[in-house]
C-alpha cells in the first residue's frame, strides 16, 4: 500500500516540514488511517474542520486529489494560504476561518466529507454539534472523526502519573469510545458505520513528541507513564441519511 506519510518522514526536507507543523499527535498519520475508511476520490470536495496549520489538508490534496475547505480557528487563513502556496497545493486547498460553534459559511449538501483531525474533542463535545454539521454534508456523504480519548473512563479523576500532563480541564475534553458512540448515536439523519480505536495511537504520539514544538516538550515523557494505560484515539464515521 502506498504510505504519504511515510514519504514525509523519509526526506529531511519533508521531515521539517511535518515537525513543524505538527500540533498534537502527527495528524498526517491519524488522516491517513481514517482516510483508508473513506472513498475519497479526485475532485470530491472536502470540509477538513480543526485543520489546524493543515498537514490533514496536505495529505487529502495530494494523496486523493480531493478539493479541501482547510477550516480552522485558531491559525488564520492568511497563514494556511502562505503554507499551501509554499508546497504547491493552493489550488485544491482554500483556507478559511471558522469557529464551528458559531456556524459555517457554507451551502447545505456542500460536502461529500467532513473531516476533522484532533479537534472536534474541543468544540464537539455536546448533543447539538454533530446535528449542526449534518445539513452541510449532502446525502450519502461521511462525517469522519479522529480525535484523542481515553481507554476507560477515569471514575477517580487524572491518575497520579498523568497529573503532570493533564489537568482535570484538559482531562475533561478525552473521552471514551463508548461515550462518544452514545453522543453520535441520538442524532438523527446519520448512520454510524464505524466507531473503533485507532491502530497509529502510539506511533502518532511518538512522532509529535519527536518534534521541538514546545508543547511537545511539555508533553514528553506523556508515553513513558501512561504506559500504554490511558490514552487512546478514537475514530467514528457517520454516514448522512
Ligand atoms: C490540537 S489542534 C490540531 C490541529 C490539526 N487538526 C492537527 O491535528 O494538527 C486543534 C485545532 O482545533 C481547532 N479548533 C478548536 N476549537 C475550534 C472551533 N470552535 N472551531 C474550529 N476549529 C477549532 C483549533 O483552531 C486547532 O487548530
Known amino acids: ?129 454533530l446535528p449542526s454539521l449534518i445539513p452541510y454534508v449532502k446525502k450519502g456523504g461521511y462525517i469522519a472523526v479522529a480525535i484523542p480519548g481515553w481507554q476507560r473512563a477515569l471514575v477517580n479523576g487524572v491518575p497520579e502519573e498523568l497529573k503532570p500532563f493533564f489537568s482535570e480541564e484538559d482531562a475533561e475534553t478525552f473521552q471514551t469510545l463508548e461515550w462518544w458512540k452514545s453522543l453520535w448515536g441520538t442524532a438523527d439523519g446519520v448512520e454510524m458505520v464505524d466507531c473503533r480505536e485507532m491502530a497509529c495511537c502510539k506511533q502518532a504520539w511518538e512522532e509529535w513528541l519527536a518534534s521541538s514544538n514546545p508543547y511537545a516538550v511539555g508533553d514528553m515523557g506523556i508515553l513513558e507513564a501512561e504506559q500504554g494505560r490511558y490514552m487512546n484515539l478514537v475514530q467514528l464515521i457517520a454516514k448522512v441519511v
Not at 508546497?87 to 478559511?96: D, L, Q, R, S, Y
Not at 467532513?114 to 474541543?122: E, G, K, N, P
Open 1 to 129: 500500500m502506498y504510505t504519504f506519510t511515510d514519504e514525509f518522514i523519509s526526506d529531511q526536507r519533508k521531515l521539517e516540514f511535518l515537525k513543524a507543523n505538527m500540533m498534537g499527535p502527527n495528524a498526517m498519520r491519524i488522516s491517513e488511517e481514517m482516510a483508508s475508511y473513506l472513498k475519497i476520490q479526485e475532485g470530491m470536495r472536502v470540509l477538513d474542520l480543526g485543520c489546524g496549520c493543515g498537514l490533514s489538508t496536505l495529505l487529502l490534496v495530494q494523496k486523493y486529489g480531493a478539493t479541501v475547505f482547510a477550516a480552522d480557528l485558531w491559525i488564520s487563513p492568511t497563514e494556511n494560504h502562505e503554507r499551501f502556496q509554499a508546497i504547491g497545493i493552493e489550488n485544491k486547498a482554500i483556507p478559511v476561518s471558522v469557529d464551528a460553534t458559531k456556524g459555517l459559511p457554507f451551502a447545505n449538501g456542500y460536502f461529500d466529507v467532513l473531516f476533522s483531525v484532533d479537534a472536534y474533542h474541543y468544540f464537539g463535545r455536546t448533543p447539538e454539534m
